[in-house]
Every structure is written in structure tokens, then in C-alpha cells.
């Protein structure tokens, strides 16, 4: 339910640092510049963190063009690195670069610090103010990350509050809470960061969500709804193990469920989401929400049938928010509605019985789990208006036709012509060319009759088609001077090129009979 007020919500995306954590993914520095670039000025971003501070000389090239970038485009204000409670050498890594921004990664739970850092509390804090200090110096803004401050609130909430009593005193700009393990719920969420809220009301707190449980972004929505005033989010969910909050989704929960503003351009959600891609080698599943290629088509002929009734299956997720458009699937479930849409989108005019025709052949193909794209449809359409024939005399009734290494293809055919039926086998130099010779020696062998001989053969895929939907096969065949071309259109390259043969086969029983009129 969409409330009254309109809270700032900013954004810090992660994508250069936690998302390149993900298994397998690792930019060049070339990449991160050019993600950069996107995430500052495609999106508008509020803040990036663009890596880790004395990781590898490749991360200190990629900060390096980064932040010499976004110096020039007056951005570098908007560019962050984690760096850690080190002495001066994270501090003297970022200034060595450039940067003018840390976010100081600090313990959020006792374990944490006892077991990991081998300190007490205060020895932790009194690192940490040193640090603080020597950013100061260099002129190096901070913010502090409360590493595992999920588990902290669970099992350390006193360390966790002794933590921020003693550093909300520092030049500390926000401090951010990470549910480094994703073990959080939105119950947990809000009780804990409301908590935090009410207790340190000047602070500014940023959520960091993982999405170990599947509650990345019903965290975010918990977290801001409790008094968050941040969010850590990286394009396409990218992030170590499960991933972090995706930033399309988070930009959506937060203006549809919250009524809160930020600074995304939402119309370049889907590009960039798509170039990350490219870069990560992460694949978008079909089905991720706002970004994935199926989220936006509708495969149902009821709900196009509702689109087309004052929009009855939209929601305030348009397409066109995103960059995106809304289509219309073509396959067994499509209906009508579905056929229709697309047709209209390509400019095409059918009569009733002619869209009755073509739902029929799409839903065959659907039938046969083939996916036929809108790119497909004028392909289907000629294929089954332009060239079919009223009366065939003849017709295939079935076939069989196999093909072997070392070996000469082999097919069985059985079709009927002007109401007999007729059987053949033969071999060939593949498989039409088997299934060739067996009609030739039915139409010459028994018939006593002419047979065509084949002058040209073309095969093509739609243009954006998938080569599981459709193949076209134009035949060119010579008939006593006269040249006859039909196209055969099926998921399989020897099945259009057969069913093209038969089409020919009809041509010529159509001329034969004006022949003898």
C-alpha cells in the first residue's frame, strides 16, 4: 500500500566490488571504467564502490581510470573502495588513486572481532579511530561498514551498540549494516534496524542485503520501511554465493510498494543490465523480474485478450518504464488474442478463417515444444496462406527417413494421389534427396508419369528467429520449361524441404487439370 510521503532513498551499487565477488567473474579494467560510466551517468546512480583497496594491481589500474574519470566529470564525490582497519595501508592504496571515499570495513559481531581479529572491543575502536584520523588527514571521506552486523544483533547486540555508541562521536558519514550472511527475514529486519533507528536517530544507515534465503529484496522493503535511509544493490542480482539485492528490483519495490523516490533512470535498467551481462558472462535468467527476457510476454491468450479490454493483466510494472516493451508469445496456449496482437504489430491483415489457419499451424508447432518468435509469424503466414492450395490431390501420410555415418540415407514413404495410396522406399545421398528418389520412382516407376527435376534449394532462418523453431526451404523446380517454386516451413530443415516437395507435387496436379480443361 503506497503511502502519503515520499521518502529520498539513495543508492549504493556494488557491482565493481561485491559483485564482482560472484564465482567465475572478474572485470578487466577497461570493463569496470565502462560499468562505471554506465552506473554514474546511464543510471545516475548515487554511489558506487568500485573495489578493494590493495587486492592486485589490476584492481589499482581499474580505481586508477575510475576515479581519474569521474574527476573529470565532477563525479568523484560519487565513487567509493572498501578498505580495511589496516594502519595507513588501505588509506595510502585509495590515495594513491585517487579516491577520495572509504567505506571502512569494521567488525559488527563479537565473534568476529574476538575470533578473527584475535581483539577486544576496544582495541578494535581505537584501530578504527586511528584510521579515521589518518583519513582526515589526507582528506579521504569515510563510512564504515559493520561487517556481519546481522549476526551481531542476533547473538552481540551490546557489541553491536558499543560499536556505534562509541563511533557515532567520529567523522563517520554512514554506517552501513550488512546482513553479510544473508540470514535475515523482514521480521528480523525491521525489529533490529528499528532498533538501531530509534537509538542512533542522526545517523544515516545503509542496508547491505545477500540473498542466501531468497529474501534479498523483502529485506530491502523491511529495511527501508523501519527508517533505512540507503540501500547496497548490484546489477542482476550479481554477488558472492546467492548474490546481492538487484538493483532493477529494488528501484521497482521501492517506487511501487514504498512510493519512495531515488535517483535510477529506470528507462536504462534493461540496457545496462544487459551490457553487465555481456561483461560478467552471467546469464539473466528468462524470468528475472524487470530484466529478464520473458518478464514482459504474455503467453496466455485470455490475458492478451484482457490486454486488449482496457488492459486487464497490467500492473504499474509497464514495460516501457524499463526500456522495455510488452509482447505477446506465440505457441499452443496463445489463443487468438495472442496471434492477433502480433499480427497488428506487423502490419498484417488476415481474414477470420486465415488467422484460424495460422493459430492452427502455430499451435502444432506448439504442440511439438517449439518456440516460435514474432519474427516468425510472416514466415508462417505466407507459408500457410500465400502457398497453400484448395484441393490436394495429393497428400503425405507418412514418412520415415534416416541418415548414418558411412552409409547412404535411407526413406520410407507412403503417400496418397488423387485418392490412392502408394508406398516406396529408397536411398539417396541424404535424406530429401532419398525421399526424392522414392516419389520419382512412384510417379515415373508406376505411374508412367513425368517427374520435375530440382534447380534450386534455399534454406533460410526468420530473421531473429531461433533455429528450434523454424526453417524455410524455397524449392525451384523445371516442369517441361516452366519453373515452379514452393516453400516448405517446419522446425526441421528435411521436413520443410518435403513439405515444399508436396506443394510442387499439387502445383502440378492443378496444371495438369487446367491442362485437360
Given at each position: 500500500?503506497?503511502?502519503?510521503?515520499?521518502?529520498?532513498?539513495?543508492?549504493?551499487?556494488?557491482?565493481?566490488?561485491?559483485?564482482?565477488?560472484?564465482?567465475?567473474?572478474?572485470?578487466?579494467?577497461?570493463?569496470?571504467?565502462?560499468?562505471?560510466?554506465?552506473?554514474?551517468?546511464?543510471?545516475?546512480?548515487?554511489?558506487?564502490?568500485?573495489?578493494?583497496?590493495?587486492?592486485?594491481?589490476?584492481?589499482?589500474?581499474?580505481?586508477?581510470?575510475?576515479?581519474?574519470?569521474?574527476?573529470?566529470?565532477?563525479?568523484?564525490?560519487?565513487?567509493?573502495?572498501?578498505?580495511?582497519?589496516?594502519?595507513?595501508?588501505?588509506?595510502?592504496?585509495?590515495?594513491?588513486?585517487?579516491?577520495?571515499?572509504?567505506?571502512?570495513?569494521?567488525?559488527?559481531?563479537?565473534?568476529?572481532?574476538?575470533?578473527?581479529?584475535?581483539?577486544?572491543?576496544?582495541?578494535?575502536?581505537?584501530?578504527?579511530?586511528?584510521?579515521?584520523?589518518?583519513?582526515?588527514?589526507?582528506g579521504i571521506g569515510v563510512n564504515v561498514y559493520l561487517e556481519d552486523w546481522s549476526s551481531g544483533m542476533k547473538d552481540s547486540p551490546?557489541?553491536?551498540?558499543?560499536?556505534?555508541?562509541?563511533?557515532?562521536?567520529?567523522?563517520?558519514?554512514r554506517f552501513m549494516l550488512p546482513d553479510t550472511l544473508g540470514i535475515l527475514n523482514p521480521l528480523n529486519v525491521i525489529e533490529y534496524m528499528r532498533k538501531m533507528v530509534k537509538r542512533?536517530?542522526?545517523?544515516?544507515?545503509?542496508?547491505?542485503?545477500?540473498?542466501?534465503?531468497?529474501?534479498?529484496?523483502?529485506?530491502v522493503l523491511a529495511a527501508v520501511l523501519s527508517g533505512c535511509k540507503g540501500i547496497h544493490s548490484t546489477i542482476n542480482g550479481l554477488g558472492e554465493r546467492a548474490g546481492n539485492a538487484p538493483l532493477a528490483s529494488v528501484q521497482a519495490?521501492?517506487?511501487?510498494?514504498?512510493?519512495?523516490?531515488?535517483?535510477?533512470?529506470?528507462?536504462?535498467?534493461?540496457?545496462?543490465?544487459?551490457?553487465?551481462?555481456?561483461?560478467?558472462?552471467?546469464?539473466?535468467?528468462?524470468?528475472?523480474?524487470?530484466?529478464?527476457e520473458s518478464v514482459f510476454t504474455q503467453v496466455a491468450g485470455v490475458h492478451a485478450d484482457g490486454d486488449n479490454k482496457h488492459g486487464l493483466y497490467c500492473s504499474d510494472l509497464l514495460p516501457e518504464r524499463f526500456g522495455r516493451r510488452r509482447e505477446y508469445a506465440l505457441g499452443k496456449n496463445s489463443g487468438k488474442a495472442n496471434i492477433q496482437r502480433n499480427l497488428e504489430e506487423l502490419g498484417l491483415e488476415l481474414t477470420p478463417e486465415q488467422t484460424k489457419q495460422v493459430t492452427a499451424r502455430i499451435t502444432e508447432l506448439g504442440d511439438r515444444k517449439e518456440i516460435v518468435t514474432p519474427d516468425d509469424l510472416p514466415y508462417i503466414v505466407s507459408d500457410v496462406i500465400k502457398h497453400s492450395v484448395g484441393e490436394s490431390k495429393v497428400k503425405l501420410i507418412s514418412y520415415l527417413v534416416t541418415t548414418a555415418h558411412g552409409l547412404h540415407s535411407h526413406a520410407s514413404l507412403r503417400i496418397e494421389i488423387d485418392g490412392r495410396e502408394y508406398e516406396a522406399g529408397a536411398m539417396g545421398d541424404g535424406q530429401f534427396d532419398a525421399f526424392v528418389r522414392g516419389l520419382r520412382e512412384i510417379y515415373v516407376g508406376r505411374l508412367h508419369r513425368k517427374f520435375p527435376v530440382l534447380?534450386?534449394?534455399?534454406?533460410?532462418?526468420?530473421?531473429?528467429?531461433?533455429?528450434?523453431a523454424l526453417v524455410q526451404t524455397v524449392i525451384s523446380w523445371d516442369f517441361e520449361g516452366k519453373t515452379i517454386r514452393t516453400r516448405g516451413l517446419d522446425a526441421d530443415q528435411t521436413g520443410a524441404a518435403i513439405k515444399a516437395t508436396i506443394k510442387m507435387l499439387n502445383v502440378l496436379e492443378s496444371m495438369e487439370k487446367a491442362d485437360n480443361e
Open positions: 500500500m503506497k503511502q502519503n510521503i515520499q521518502p529520498y532513498i539513495e543508492i549504493m551499487d556494488t557491482t565493481l566490488r561485491d559483485g564482482e565477488q560472484t564465482d567465475s567473474v572478474s572485470f578487466v579494467p577497461r570493463e569496470k571504467l565502462n560499468i562505471a560510466r554506465l552506473l554514474l551517468q546511464d543510471l545516475n546512480v548515487d554511489r558506487i564502490e568500485v573495489g578493494s583497496a590493495r587486492v592486485s594491481e589490476g584492481e589499482r589500474e581499474a580505481t586508477r581510470l575510475i576515479c581519474h574519470w569521474a574527476e573529470d566529470n565532477a563525479m568523484l564525490n560519487r565513487v567509493e573502495v572498501l578498505g580495511f582497519v589496516d594502519g595507513h595501508l588501505s588509506l595510502d592504496w585509495l590515495n594513491d588513486c585517487g579516491c577520495k571515499n572509504i567505506n571502512l570495513l569494521c567488525k559488527g559481531s563479537l565473534r568476529h572481532c574476538l575470533y578473527q581479529l584475535k581483539k577486544q572491543p576496544q582495541e578494535h575502536i581505537d584501530d578504527i579511530r586511528r584510521s579515521i584520523d589518518y583519513a582526515d588527514r589526507l551490546d557489541f553491536v551498540y558499543t560499536m556505534v555508541d562509541a563511533l557515532s562521536k567520529e567523522n563517520i558519514r542512533y536517530r542522526g545517523l544515516h544507515f545503509d542496508f547491505h542485503a545477500h540473498n542466501d534465503y531468497d529474501l534479498a529484496i523483502s529485506n519495490i521501492l517506487h511501487d510498494q514504498f512510493n519512495a523516490r531515488t535517483s535510477i533512470k529506470e528507462s536504462n535498467l534493461y540496457k545496462v543490465s544487459r551490457m553487465v551481462e555481456t561483461y560478467s558472462g552471467i546469464i539473466i535468467p528468462p524470468n528475472k523480474p524487470i530484466v529478464g534447380i534450386n534449394y534455399f534454406v533460410t532462418i526468420p530473421p531473429g528467429g531461433r533455429t528450434d
